[in-house]
């Protein structure tokens, strides 16, 4: 599908195809063919051949990348105990295999470490399970529910919060009921948006994702349908003119995709990105704060600009949920702040996500940001600029208009 094929068809070594000292975390390149420079274009370009040309097993994986490490190697003769290892052909091409540090690598190839669980980490750590009133179907907030419809992802991050079902590698034998979960919404008119998730429902085919999408679009208070999708960023090949074609004859529709560094934005990605936003599906990014893949304000700046290039709005930025074995994925709330610091007020207003933290247990979002009021007084607000520079908004305690000039300040006096 992709016309830009920058690092052309030909076999490049791998260090020259990605490598740390890019020269521009913001410069659009095709993913290339890297390992398979002998596979046609319609082949390469059709997502079905992706999907059966993942790799998935440890063989593969060091026959591919000779450079894996101790680490990797035992955490990937594991993974099909915990959560699958797959990754696409043209996914893996975006790994820089001279990298220990690499940060698509560090998503996506398993680590022994995701077999090291501390007492506070969790399988189900946004307590989904306990607010399923059928299965597959999480209603936690009022007025919408989050719709599971698959237990598979096109690759699996080694980060995700649903690892305890997602790939039944665990035995958690994921089921969903369609039936029931359509007739819980038809019961529920609180219900007015309805979230499909999973797994990823855009590996479902064109005609079977339709048909969902209608039982859906025929309940009359459902007013707004949003796919929450890692596709474009996995397989790009899979969003296809006859794919945005059908999603647009049910507008209202979103999508939230998820990319986490900018390395992700590829020809390919912004090509399949721009077909969406053609078909008049407004697009959010979620990414998920990860340690050595995204937890620098330079990174963290330069993706936020380059998803808006692709049409895309940063929406949320994940404090990384505690699930079980990802205690070396995760980066601090610290380091999270300092990122929102450093956008808010540098960057274009559209560009800044929202920051939050999925209340560990099942509480739900809870925005986190800086703090930028300073005080509250008697008769003045006093707050800070993104520069740091000091200044008061005067207003009485209770929130009323001054009468008379706010005297001046000597000390902040706190209320
Ligand atoms: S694409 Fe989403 S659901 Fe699938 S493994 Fe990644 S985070 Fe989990």
């Known amino acids: 599908m992709q016309n830009d094929t920058s690092s052309g068809n030909k076999e490049e070594p791998p260090s020259q195809r990605w490598s740390s000292t890019s020269p521009s975390l913001k410069e659009f390149r095709s993913a290339g063919r890297g390992f398979w420079s002998d596979v046609t274009d319609s082949d390469w370009n059709t ?14 994986l060091q026959r591919l990348m000779p450079t894996l490490t101790p680490e990797e190697y035992a955490g990937t003769a594991l993974a099909n105990h915990k959560l699958a290892l797959a990754i696409t052909p043209y996914f893996f091409n975006l790994i820089d295999p001279s990298d220990e540090l690499c940060p698509i690598r560090w998503q996506v190839i398993p680590r022994i ?9 969790m399988t189900d750590p946004c307590g989904e399970d306990s607010h399923s009133p059928v299965p597959g179907l999480v209603h936690r907030y009022p007025d919408r529910v989050l719709f599971l419809v698959t237990d598979r992802c096109a690759a699996y991050c080694r980060y995700c919060t649903r690892s305890r079902l997602v790939s039944n590698a665990t035995g958690y034998d994921f089921h969903p009921e369609f039936d029931r979960q359509i007739q819980y919404i038809q019961n529920t008119p609180s219900v007015r948006d309805v979230l499909l998730s999973g797994g990823d429902p855009l590996l479902f085919s064109d005609d079977k994702l339709n048909q969902l999408l209608s039982r859906l679009r025929a309940i009359p208070h459902v007013e707004f349908i949003r796919i929450g999708t890692r596709i474009p960023i996995f397989l790009p090949q899979r969003i296809t003119p006859a794919l945005c074609e059908m999603l647009k004859k049910h507008h209202p529709l979103f999508m939230s995709i998820h990319s986490n560094h900018p390395r992700e934005l590829t020809t390919e990605v912004r090509t399949a990105l721009g077909r969406l936003a053609d078909a008049g599906i407004p697009l959010g990014n979620q990414s998920v ?10 990174v963290a700046k330069a993706h936020v600009q380059k998803l808006l290039i692709c049409r895309v709005k940063p929406y949320y930025m994940y404090q990384c949920d505690l699930i079980a074995g990802s205690a070396h994925l995760r980066a601090s709330v610290r380091t999270g702040l300092e990122i929102m610091e450093n956008l808010r007020g540098h960057t274009t207003g559209y560009a800044v996500p929202q920051y939050v933290i999925d209340a560990p247990g099942g509480g739900g979002k809870v925005p986190v ?6 005080s509250r007084n008697a008769d003045r607000v006093v707050f800070r600029n993104y520069e740091g520079k000091v200044f008061e908004y005067p207003e009485a305690a209770d929130g009323t208009p001054l009468v008379t000039a706010p005297k001046e300040l000597e000390e902040p006096e706190l209320v």
């Open 113 to 121: 470490e995701e077999t090291h669980t501390a007492s506070w980490e």
């Open 47 to 60: 997502w079905h051949w992706q999907l059966k040309h993942r790799v998935t097993s440890v063989e593969q």
């Open 289 to 298: 704060l990860l340690r050595n893949v995204n937890d620098s304000p330079e």
């Open 369 to 374: 940001n800086p703090d930028y009021v300073l």
